[in-house]
């Protein structure tokens, strides 16, 4: 199946930031999802856009298609569901899709847990589960010993939904820097 095309009715409309912007989130949810079978994001990319970096030419029918398939391919796998793209399928992938919301959220608390735990053992401070959160219920919470408040396990889940924008690398250095000007 050819998912790039020089040219495309459904490919005009669309602009290439869009289209780039969509694919990478599709491609961190596939890799989320998939995450024990670790497909590398380079390999999928080359995989379902060989023409990468992503231009308005990505059939994204074409695109959403190779999506599905992996759905099945990973329903099956992981779950031993057979999803036959019938309607009565829906109640298959809300299973699946409850079990890996269960992978995101512990794969938020293992990885918010080491960064918290780099800045409390860099900085000192003390976990605690904070309630006085404006649209929150009990949150994962870090303080550090200069009274500073972080939530470890929710910036991780911002990465995780928005990428690199988010980079956990650069909260951690602004982290410590700030942490180091307190002291």
Request: net charge negative.
């Amino acid at each position: 199946m050819e998912l790039v095309k020089t040219a495309g009715k459904h490919n005009q409309s669309l602009k290439p930031t869009m289209v780039q912007g969509e694919l990478l989130r599709a491609v961190e949810s596939v890799y989320l999802a998939s995450y024990r079978r670790r497909v590398p994001i380079a390999a999928y990319l080359n995989r379902y856009a060989p023409s990468h970096p992503m231009s308005e030419n990505v059939d994204i029918e074409g695109v959403m298609a190779a999506h599905a398939t992996e759905a099945v391919e990973h329903a099956k796998e992981r779950f031993g569901f057979d999803l036959d793209y019938s309607p009565e399928s829906i109640s298959q992938v809300e299973q699946a899709l409850a079990e890996v919301a269960n992978d995101v959220e512990w794969l938020c608390r293992m990885y918010g847990g080491y960064i918290g735990e780099v800045l409390r053992r860099q900085h000192g401070g003390e976990w605690n589960l904070s309630d006085d959160l404006p649209d929150a219920d009990r949150v994962i919470g870090l303080t550090l010993s200069n009274g500073t408040r972080l939530f470890p396990p929710s910036k991780v889940a911002k990465r995780l939904h928005h990428g690199e924008g988010d980079s956990v690398e650069f909260y951690y250095k602004v982290v410590s820097q700030e942490a180091r000007k307190g002291a």
